[in-house]
């Protein structure tokens, strides 16, 4: 499956752009692209802990278990639909801890993310 191409947000220009709450929330709104970007890191981050190594990276051991490109999935948030993609293993052991195979719904991450956003935390640091 093709991998989503989900751009990193520059928050200062995405906030000047916002002129209404319909904007920030609304669907397709900030708030629903930034916890997209914040939940698919997690996810690339869960998969370069799973493997012991960064993306592109190689391993010289004799474990051959490597990336297999991405699974498309769309959870629903607080701010409404998010497509994500799930990175897959060749050896298909990955299983992620941020979003569970088989959950679509996520509204207590969200919350959190926002609380931890709103305590002053920046987005890299969540």
């Known amino acids: ?9 520059d928050l200062n220009s995405e ?20 916890f ?29 278990n490597y990336r297999n490109g991405y699974s498309t999935k769309k959870i629903k948030t607080s701010f409404g639909e998010t497509p994500l993609s799930v990175p897959r293993d060749r050896k298909a052991e990955f299983e992620p801890k941020i979003v569970k195979k088989y959950e679509t719904v996520c509204n207590e991450l969200d919350k959190k993310v926002i609380g ?11």
């Open 116 to 126: 931890l956003y709103a305590r002053g935390m920046s987005v890299d640091d969540i």
């Open 36 to 64: 997209g970007n914040i939940i698919q890191q997690f996810l690339e981050a869960e998969m370069e802990e799973h493997l012991g190594r960064e993306k592109y990276e190689r391993s010289s051991e004799g474990e051959r």
């Open 15 to 34: 906030l000047k752009r916002c002129k209404s709450m319909e904007d920030l929330i609304g669907k397709n709104g900030l708030m629903q692209r930034l």
């Open 1 to 9: 499956m093709p991998e989503l191409n989900i751009p990193n947000i």
